[in-house]
């Protein structure tokens, strides 16, 4: 397994845009960043607080000349082929915060345990996921995270991208409008948090469900 360095450590998810940050306006303040401070796990006893902090939060809406649906359509075929076309550019934060009294360790990823998705909605939210039919027979270890009593884990993205060792799994706004997003993982935990059932593979772990509150953010057209 992978260690990750507590609160230093940032996973950086680089995809081109089809979406921009919006110029900044001076009469719009609100409009430049947002946190979802207090997030939800299951069971609600576990001492993981996820917060979601939203650096940008307008964005341009780049569709390259096409119609809402024939966009969609565009991305509808992409999920077909496996040729998803690039995720939104963004400015996110997904933090992880050890609200206990002991270090916990979070397995993430791999083929035992869950890599973070997004959950958007809004008016022209699109989610697709690829996953191939043919995959490699190697076993993919999680990343283990050590998060200190107090402590947390940041993960910064740059696009609406989420995928995983196994499949291509990306976030999409198709229209201008209002938005909401969140992201959230099922992982392992040690020491099992009171209330978790011993996870289905790490079974010295816990079995948690961790999902951040959502941030509004606003897509324009050009």
């Not at 024939?70 to 040729?83: H, N, Y």
């Not at 027979?137 to 060792?165: F, M, N, Q």
Request: one cysteine or more; charged letters at 20%; glycine letters at 10%.
């Amino acid at each position: 397994m992978r260690t990750a360095l507590t609160c230093i450590l940032a996973i950086l998810i680089g995809i081109p845009a089809i979406a921009k940050p919006a110029p900044r306006k001076k009469d719009a303040p609100e409009l430049r960043s947002a946190v979802a401070e207090s997030g939800v796990t299951t069971p609600a006893s576990v001492p993981l607080n996820a917060r979601l902090i939203a650096n940008e939060t307008m964005y341009h809406l780049d569709r390259g000349g096409l119609t809402p649906v024939d966009f969609r359509k565009q991305l509808d075929a992409g999920k077909k082929s496996g040729r998803l076309a690039a995720a939104p550019r963004v400015d996110l934060i997904f933090e992880l915060h050890n609200t206990g009294k002991e270090e916990l360790q979070v397995l993430i990823g791999g083929d035992t345990s869950g890599t973070l998705r997004w959950q958007l909605s809004g008016p022209g939210a699109v989610s697709h996921t690829f996953r191939p039919v043919v995959q490699t027979d190697d076993l993919k270890e999680p990343t283990v995270v050590k998060i200190p009593a107090g402590g947390c884990h940041r993960w910064v993205y740059k696009s609406l991208d989420c995928s995983g060792p196994r499949d291509t799994s990306r976030a999409y706004w198709t229209q201008a409008g209002e938005y909401l997003l969140a992201g959230g993982f099922t992982v392992a935990v040690k020491p099992a948090p009171k209330g978790t059932v011993p996870h289905w593979y790490h079974k010295d772990h816990g079995n948690v469900a961790i999902s951040s509150g959502k941030v509004r953010l606003v897509v324009v057209d050009d």
